[in-house]
């Protein structure tokens, strides 16, 4: 009861903590300051890192996380940001990126807190690799780390539905990353668009009511965005349907092997 206690706690704080970085431009104004933004860069990314940590150590104190599980999660991290680079070394459809789909399954099959260091040590690896590091980063890492979080939630829509094994589970989890594609960009141009803006219809206005801002942020989104989510949308939906099972019987084959637990369970 007290480790699942501690679970639940962990996943408000890591929501809670994102949630005010990306809100803190519209709640201090001062936020907006590009060279306030870039010192808190780093400090933005060590707390991700440090949550990162802690949840290590949470999961380490059940066997969830033992040493196996962390040597698999940092070769899925591995082969995730791999992923990512070649998607910037091979530029395929604008917008279009692999490296959800093992995100979103790894937060399934294995839950919640695991779902986000998956999520956000892709991105923050990734980063290194690329050279794509910048003020964006920390958005990057959090809104990944939320896809992975939240896609435990679709374990407990298809065991209540009791939709494991079938195509149900697949189709659950292919809307699941459809819609991910989507919010992701939309959640994504939230970290730019207070900096960045655009036109005088569609920058943020301290003086303009919620109603006139979120018509702003339309019209930004629409121009700029929202062509890429659909692609990415979009093959987040091919990938889910044709390697989401066979993914899953590997997890499932590991977690069988190498775990304590008796045969055929898995995570919560």
């Known amino acids: 009861m007290k480790k699942t206690l501690t679970g639940i706690l962990t996943n408000i704080f890591v929501f809670l903590i994102g949630l005010l970085s990306l809100l803190a431009p519209f709640i201090l104004p001062q936020a907006r300051n590009t060279e306030i933004q870039s010192s808190a860069f780093p400090i933005v990314v060590s707390l991700i ?7 290590v150590f949470i999961e380490t104190q059940s066997s969830v996380l033992d040493n196996k599980m962390i040597a698999f999660l940092g070769v899925l991290i591995s082969i995730n940001a791999g ?5 910037n070394a091979i530029p395929g ?3 279009f990126s692999p490296t959800f789909f093992l995100i979103i399954l790894v937060g399934y099959f294995f ?8 999520g956000a040590m892709t991105m923050f690896v990734s980063g290194l690799i690329t050279g794509g590091i910048g003020p964006w980063l920390p958005g990057q890492m959090i809104t990944a780390g939320w896809v992975g979080q ?5 374990s407990y829509i298809n065991n209540k539905l009791h939709l494991k094994e079938k195509f149900g589970e697949v189709l659950v989890l292919t809307l699941f990353s459809a819609f991910w594609g989507m919010l992701y960009g939309l959640i994504m141009n939230l970290w730019f668009w207070p900096f960045l803006g655009g036109g005088a219809g569609s920058s943020w206005s301290q003086s303009a009511s919620l109603l006139e801002n979120l018509g702003k942020y339309g019209a930004y989104y629409l121009a700029t965005s929202v062509i890429w989510d659909i692609t990415r ?3 987040n939906i091919l990938i889910m349907l044709t390697m989401a099972r066979p993914f899953l019987k590997v997890f499932q084959r590991f977690y069988q092997r190498f775990s304590f637990h008796s045969e055929g369970s898995k995570p919560s």
């Open 49 to 55: 890192i440090i949550l990162c940590l802690a949840i």
């Open 83 to 87: 992923l990512r680079f070649l998607e």
């Open 93 to 95: 459809p604008a917008g």
């Open 111 to 118: 839950g919640s807190r695991i779902g986000f260091l998956m």
């Open 150 to 154: 939240t896609a435990s939630i679709v």
């Open 233 to 235: 949308s979009i093959g």
